[in-house]
């Protein structure tokens, strides 16, 4: 066999292979979770919570306050992708900061 054949055969080989690899299919779009877990990790209460889409608009807020050391679950509505803003209320004060549910459906507020 001469140095060209070989080339040939070796060059049929890695296209044939190529040929039969499995397209990749493209990453799924990250859900956000239904519900998200809120706990209270300060001595005061948590008066008030909003979850809020890209886009401004809530997809979650607070029924009821909750007390120091507890938690609640908080249902999503027609939330979208995982990027949200949170805004809390305790009796003292207040904050916000951007979240990613997607890779933990739970937010802890602490001192």
Known sequence: MTIRAVTASFAAVVAASALAAPVAAAP????????????????VALTSFELAGEDGKPVAALAKPIAGGKKAMVRLA??????????????DAGDEAQVNLCHDPRIVLTD
């Open 28 to 43: 799924k779009a990250k859900k956000p979770p239904a519900a998200i877990e809120i706990l209270n990790k300060r001595a």
């Open 78 to 91: 027609r939330a979208k992708g995982c990027e949200f803003v949170a805004r809390w209320q305790f009796e």
